[in-house]
Nanobody, 124 residues
């Protein structure tokens, strides 16, 4: 049974940093694409960052230059380092796993496995 468990969310002031973790069981993260998505209150889900099975990273326009996705194959965990946080980063953040091609589909519709999410709140 595949499980993805996100952690590291919380309340932070604008300008601060957080590091989210996505720990997997039942699946090896090194052989698949892993992505972070977020859904702000009342808005659609959007891509935050992704990493392919080959290690190529990609970022959403709103997070490019501030967020960094990385993978630790030994720990079977993917991280999202979030710096220079803004109030508009407030959202539920989800980790998802799928085939590399699934990253081409909007809003993660083709990703196969999802975590339950972790809430990030950035106060102004």
């Amino acid at each position: 049974q595949v499980q993805l468990v996100e952690s590291g969310g919380g309340l932070v002031q604008a300008g601060g940093s957080l590091r989210l973790s996505c720990a997997a069981s039942g699946i090896g993260l090194s052989g698949d694409a892993v992505a972070w998505y977020r859904q702000p209150p009342g808005k659609e889900r959007e891509l935050v960052a992704s990493i392919t099975s080959g290690g190529t990273t990609n970022y959403g326009d709103a997070t490019k230059g501030r967020f960094t996705i990385s993978r630790d194959s030994a720990k079977n965990t993917v991280y999202l380092q979030m710096n220079s946080l803004k109030s508009e980063d407030t959202a539920a953040y989800y980790c998802a796993v799928g085939a590399d091609y699934a990253l081409n589909y909007p809003r993660g519709h083709a990703m196969e496995y999802w975590g339950k999410g972790t809430l990030v709140t950035v106060s102004a």
